[in-house]
């Protein structure tokens, strides 16, 4: 044999071992060739916490069997009271053919008012500071965020709301501080993985609107992308798309302009709860954002001591809707399905303030 063919020989064993020494070293993840049934299995054995703040966001497929498979149908909630400070949690879930009630307090720092819960981050105001202040809740460590440069002075006012929100597409959070003028004002904070700002605050061009008191400083977030603020002034909504940064002028549904209504997270969609009588309720969803394309779902007929209610949220699977009574500093569900109304083993104190958590609900990955 020749020595070129030798070494030509040799060369291409050098090759083979090569590519042999890095399929070793090349890690394979066995749950690609899981199917979904067993993958599934696997995903419920794991507590809440993980499902919610961190298996959902491994991958696509993921993702989409924990909210599609309904792992997290849940309506999660804090209420705070606003004496001590002191916080519980709140966790609705479907069990047959009612609901079930886990309630759990909260051990976080007692220094304000929670404005905002996103995953493991809550957004909370220091009113001592006036200053915001973020906290994480698996990590037990929190910062305070740097001055916002909006022209009520940077903190959180009657006329100012701020919010926190995940950016899916980018892996980041994005800090909110919105101001109703007028004009309307708006700046965003990027926070890096450590939850500390990253950047100085961003001005956000904002469309020319009326600027008015909000009904609440704390606005309704669906699918943690899309924000609503209620300027019941004008009896329209100020909402965000947090992933395109665009501010947007969304009006009412119907004829609701005229009536008492409520704006509530309900099943991955904004909902609102109308009407001025008992006999008179509707609930309507905004089906697109883009378009502000709204549906009506049913008109509902609640028994008249439930008239004083206030929605605070739904389910996933759109049969449940969450109301807070007065009547009996309670809670209570509306069975959308059976047109019932039935109490919830849920004591509201005086001072207790609600806070929705949002639900990253993103089955529909376009941005």
């Known amino acids: 044999m020749s020595i070129e063919m030798e070494t030509s020989i040799s060369k291409k064993e050098s090759k083979d071992e090569k590519t042999m020494r890095k399929r070793k070293r090349k890690k394979i993840d066995g749950f690609v060739f899981l199917p979904d049934d067993i993958l ?61 009630v886990k309630v759990q307090d909260l051990d976080i720092p007692r220094i304000g008012i929670i404005k905002s819960w996103g995953n493991e981050l809550m957004l909370i105001s220091d009113y001592k500071k006036q200053s915001l202040y973020i906290y994480n809740l698996i990590t037990k460590e929190g910062s305070y ?22 950016d899916m ?26 939850n500390i700002a990253s950047s100085k605050w961003k001005k956000i061009q904002a469309p020319c609107m009326n600027g008015g008191s909000m009904y609440s400083s704390n606005p309704v977030s669906v699918q943690g992308r899309y924000f609503h603020w209620d300027n019941y002034i004008d009896k329209r909504l100020v909402s965000m798309d947090m992933v395109k940064e665009e501010i947007v002028d969304m009006s009412l549904p119907g004829d609701c302009k005229g009536v008492d209504y409520t704006i509530f997270e309900m099943g991955g969609s904004l909902a609102l709860f109308a009407g001025d009588s008992p006999d008179k309720s509707e609930i309507w969803i905004l089906k697109d954002f883009q378009k502000k394309t ?51 083993d849920i004591h509201i104190n005086v001072d207790d303030g609600c806070l929705i958590q949002h639900h990253q609900v993103l089955n529909n990955l376009t941005a």
């Not at 740097?146 to 919010?163: Q, R, T």
């Not at 597409?169 to 450590?194: A, N």
């Not at 109301?323 to 109490?343: I, P, Q, S, T």
């Open 40 to 100: 599934f299995d696997i995903l419920k054995r794991l507590p809440d916490a993980s499902l919610r703040y961190k298996a959902k966001y491994v991958c696509k497929r993921w993702l989409d069997l924990i909210i599609n498979m309904k792992l997290l149908d849940h309506a999660s909630f804090i209420l705070q009271k606003t004496g001590n400070l002191t916080a519980r949690h709140v966790d609705i879930r479907e069990e047959g053919e009612g609901l079930q």
């Open 145 to 166: 965020l740097p001055e916002c440069n909006a022209s009520c002075g940077g903190y959180c006012i009657i006329k100012c709301g701020v919010a926190i929100s995940f």
């Open 169 to 194: 597409f980018k892996g980041i959070y994005k800090v909110v501080h919105l101001f109703m003028g007028p004009p309307i004002e708006c700046h965003i904070l990027i926070l890096r993985s450590d």
């Open 294 to 344: 709204w549906e009506k779902l049913q008109s509902v007929t609640l028994e008249k001591w439930y008239y004083r209610r206030f929605p605070v949220c739904g389910v996933m699977s759109n049969r449940y809707i969450i109301l807070e009574c007065k009547y009996y500093n309670g809670m209570c569900y509306y069975d959308v399905k059976n047109g019932v109304v039935k109490m919830l």
